[in-house]
T-cell receptor, first 120, second 116 residues
Framework: GAVVSQHPSRVICKSGTSVKIECRSL??????MFWYRQFPKQSLMLMATSNEGSKATYEQGVEKDKFLINHASLTLSTLTVTSAHPEDSSFYIC????????????????FGSGTRLTVV | QKEVEQNSGPLSVPEGAIASLNCTYSDRGSQSFFWYRQYSGKSPELIMSIYSNGDKEDGRFTAQLNKASQYVSLLIRDSQPSDSATYLCAVTPTNAGGTSYGKLTFGQGTILTVHP
């Protein structure tokens, strides 16, 4: 259980274009999804919390107009990197929190497989 | 002070030895603690979660939590070359309601190398 699918796994785009990344919960409903970014040789940093049916909450220093998040259903959240630049090149990873968890001690937050974005 | 700190590493141990990974956290109200393993180019994979003081064992892995000292550790017994990876300690903060949820704060990671 608790499988999170992320697509695409790898994308190369030209500077100035936009890229959309999808995060899906396959076997559970997720009211909340989380988007992280990981630069080379660094740890994961939370970018934003995506809430189904409402606006995302962005962490300090993350531009909400550049990183557009849409959580239109209980199984899908998308992150769109708008007007991408080389400094946006990174590993983007999502995770999801179930709508209901019977026993939180049995639940470990599952991550998608990640998207390697390269902006050239 | 960083919110979650791990021993800096890299850590190198011989095959069959015990690898010890340490993590301290600053939010005294934190309730949920996780160890993830991350291979190069891959997303993190959950190894252990621990919520109560004491030890929790799962196969070759043992997580230890001491909330009074704000310390969590991971022991890997009988280390194998396949255990070579970056190990990430993650903590969920308490929110206004006093409960934790899926927002994770990660340590900087410890690179473990198990040599044959």
């Amino acid at each position: 259980g608790a499988v999170v699918s992320q697509h695409p796994s790898r994308v190369i785009c030209k500077s100035g274009t936009s890229v959309k990344i999808e995060c899906r919960s396959l076997d559970f409903q997720a009211t909340t999804m989380f988007w992280y970014r990981q630069f080379p040789k660094q740890s994961l940093m939370l970018m934003a919390t995506s809430n189904e049916g409402s606006k995302a909450t962005y962490e300090q220093g993350v531009e909400k107009d550049k990183f557009l998040i849409n959580h239109a259903s209980l199984t899908l959240s998308t992150l769109t990197v708008t007007s991408a630049h080389p400094e946006d090149s990174s590993f983007y990873i999502c995770s999801a929190s179930p709508l209901r968890v019977l026993n939180w001690e049995d639940y470990g937050y599952t991550f998608g497989s990640g998207t390697r974005l390269t902006v050239v | 002070q960083k919110e979650v700190e791990q021993n800096s590493g890299p850590l190198s141990v011989p095959e069959g030895a015990i690898a010890s990974l340490n993590c301290t956290y600053s939010d005294r109200g934190s309730q949920s603690f996780f160890w993830y393993r991350q291979y190069s180019g891959k997303s993190p994979e959950l190894i252990m979660s621990i919520y109560s003081n004491g030890d929790k064992e799962d196969g070759r892995f043992t997580a230890q939590l001491n909330k009074a000292s704000q310390y969590v550790s991971l022991l890997i017994r009988d280390s194998q070359p396949s255990d070579s990876a970056t190990y990430l300690c993650a903590v969920t903060p308490t929110n206004a309601g006093g409960t934790s949820y899926g927002k994770l704060t990660f340590g900087q990671g410890t690179i473990l190398t198990v040599h044959p």
